[in-house]
């Protein structure tokens, strides 16, 4: 959000004027409806690389940030999924334990895990993110190119401002 947008925001709120429509049930309510639309796409997308390629959401993801974060980290990997180290932990040895993942000591940080995928990995990896692309398509079919970069663009916006939001608070995000 650009300084001038912010500041106008600010007097909005100094004036009494809301920014979000009025919330008449827990429907209206912003996270209600992201967390909604979250749960289906998650379910939708779930039963489906489960079923055609044989991971886990979870699974997917770590292996997606390992490729895209390369050299990854296991603590990098955890803040972009805000998962648990646990839960983490059993996906990264269960990804290892099906030959698509290593686990190395970092050079620079005798303490840090990196990750890494092996050729079987990325084999994976390609279909599946090439399946992740087709199901974008189908997720954003009701919209036009011009309004799926708008909905992105405010996505990022949003999600920026709500890592600054944490970080303010303290949080971890």
Do not use: Y
Request: aromatic share 4%; glycine share 8%.
């Amino acid at each position: 959000m650009g300084e001038a947008a912010m500041q106008a925001n600010r007097a909005k709120k100094a004036e009494g004027e809301k920014i979000h429509p009025e919330i008449l049930s827990v429907t209206d309510a912003l996270s209600f409806r992201v967390a909604r639309f979250s749960l289906l796409n998650e379910r939708l997308g779930g039963m489906n690389f489960q079923k055609r390629l044989g991971v886990t959401l979870n699974e997917w993801r770590v292996i997606g940030l390992t490729e895209a974060l390369a050299p990854a980290t296991v603590s990098d990997v955890r803040k972009m999924l805000l998962m648990d180290k646990g839960q983490l932990s059993r996906s990264v040895r269960g990804l290892v334990a099906r030959g698509l993942l290593l686990t190395h000591t970092s050079p620079e940080d005798r303490r840090a895990v990196t990750l890494s995928l092996t050729a079987k990995g990325r084999v994976l990896h390609g279909k599946v993110l090439a399946e992740a692309a087709m199901r974008n398509e189908s997720v954003v079919g009701c919209f036009t190119a011009e309004e799926s970069a708008e909905f992105l663009r405010l996505l990022d916006k949003l999600t920026a401002h709500s890592i600054a939001r944490a970080e303010a608070e303290g949080i971890t995000p």
